[in-house]
């Protein structure tokens, strides 16, 4: 599970793994900077990752709670080494996304309707012997027994139950624009000796600002598939890498919604969509493609009681 650890007021409607990704809706101007939300051990976004055979530990104590304040208000804390779990006002859809490893809700079926239209706040922990168990593993195995507790979680609590599928959904393909890639290399960085290859060379950063004409974004450490990762979650579609680009990349990315560009006119005309920007300012495409993706069903889960 990815470390991630920030506290904003942002339209919730949004899914979390979007929020985490830092397309966040907050007044302009704001900086935000946070370790990308995408892990370095899954880049497909077209599907979990199996999870390696590594022992399950579980939470010890844990809480679910309405969302008492109205505000939009959200938290997130759950770094990889760390027995907790603290998030306030998300939805259980966006739980279950995060505990199953999947990237939007064109993933998710089945379910009530409360599921994604009501807030909560979580708070689950550990005892330190299980911290310690914890900081024994790689960056890799930690998030996903993380995973693999957040799904005990809401089995234990919830009786939350699922099957798995495939489908294919309507994404994208990311390829090299005509001219070429517009991408500059980055410098080389001192290797974590407790990293995979995986972790030292695809784990990227960001920062994004909220201007007047839309986002300005900076990336970091961004591989192809990375990049792939985080256009998935911002179009809410499956996006595969078929770039063929092998490096890791510094950018810069200035883009704006449909909205905005709606509204907007004369001087105050803002950046170019996405689709537009990716391929003017990084010299890559998004083709429209079929693409296969893993899926869950919600065959039954329980309302969250306050305990």
């Not at 939009?72 to 759950?78: E, H, K, L, P, V």
């Not at 609590?157 to 099957?163: G, P, Q, Y």
């Not at 990716?278 to 069903?297: D, F, M, N, R, S």
Request: hydrophobic share 40%; glycine share 6%; aromatic share 6%.
């Amino acid at each position: 599970m990815t470390a991630l650890q920030f506290v904003s007021k942002q339209n919730r409607n949004r899914p979390l793994f979007l929020l985490a990704a830092a397309w966040l809706a907050l007044a302009a101007p704001v900086m935000l900077a946070q370790r990308a939300s995408i892990s370095p051990c899954d880049p497909d976004p077209t599907g979990a990752t199996a999870t390696p055979a590594i022992p399950t530990l579980a939470y010890d104590v844990a809480s679910i709670r309405p969302h008492a304040a109205d505000d939009g208000s959200m938290s997130i804390r759950d770094a990889a080494h760390e027995a907790k779990f603290s998030v306030t006002g998300i939805t259980i859809k966006d739980v279950i996304e995060d505990a199953y490893n999947l990237r939007g809700d064109f993933q998710v079926s089945g379910g009530p309707s409360w599921l994604d239209s009501e807030h909560f706040d979580i708070q689950a922990r550990s005892d330190s012997a299980t911290n310690g168990q914890l900081t024994k593993l790689s960056n890799c195995e930690a998030r996903h027994e993380k995973q693999l507790m957040l799904q005990a979680l809401l089995a234990d609590r919830l009786k939350l139950t699922i099957h798995r599928g495939t489908k294919e959904v309507a994404g994208y393909d990311l390829v090299i624009a005509k001219n070429g890639p517009k991408l500059r290399e980055s410098k080389p960085v001192p290797a974590s000796d407790d990293a995979t290859p995986a972790e030292n060379r695809a784990y990227g950063g960001m920062t994004m600002r909220m201007a007047k004409l839309g986002y300005d974004a900076s990336f970091q450490q961004y591989s192809a598939p990375l990049i792939a990762s985080w256009l998935s979650s911002n179009l809410h579609a499956p996006i595969r890498d078929k770039t063929g680009l092998t490096a890791v990349y510094d950018f810069k990315l200035q883009y704006s919604s449909d909205e905005d560009r709606t509204t907007a006119s004369g001087s105050d005309a803002p950046w170019p969509s996405i689709f537009t920007a990716i391929q003017e300012q990084l010299g890559l495409k998004l083709q429209p493609a079929k693409i296969p993706v893993e899926t869950i069903t919600i065959d039954h889960i329980d309302p969250p009681s306050e305990n």
